[in-house]
């Protein structure tokens, strides 16, 4: 469902990206399920305008060019360029609220499909 991201797919499929991604970084551990069902809600409000990755777990604290500063991070690219980061597990609305303030002339939250 989620476009895995490692090392080898971080430039082509997040820096020369010209559209808005939402790039996530979730632990494997007991909160997992619940952080992935608040990713799978926030693709199905934003259809097809929001890409969103999900960074291999071996690959988040190891190498500094994925910025990852905690579990879960949740970062926010457009035109290749990071725009925005947010740390700790999160729900539905919170997501949605970074996401639309991070890139407010890029997505209307009122266009979202319900």
Known sequence: MFESIRLDNFESEILKEKGPILLAYICRDHEFKRQIDILKIIS???GDTLKICLLDEKYG?????FEIEG????????KGKKSG?????VDTETLCSFISKTLPDFLDINKLKS
């Open 44 to 46: 199905k409000k934003y």
């Open 71 to 78: 579990d879960p991070t949740f970062l926010v690219y457009y």
């Open 85 to 89: 980061m947010m740390l700790g597990k």
């Open 61 to 65: 604290k190891t190498y500094k060019e």
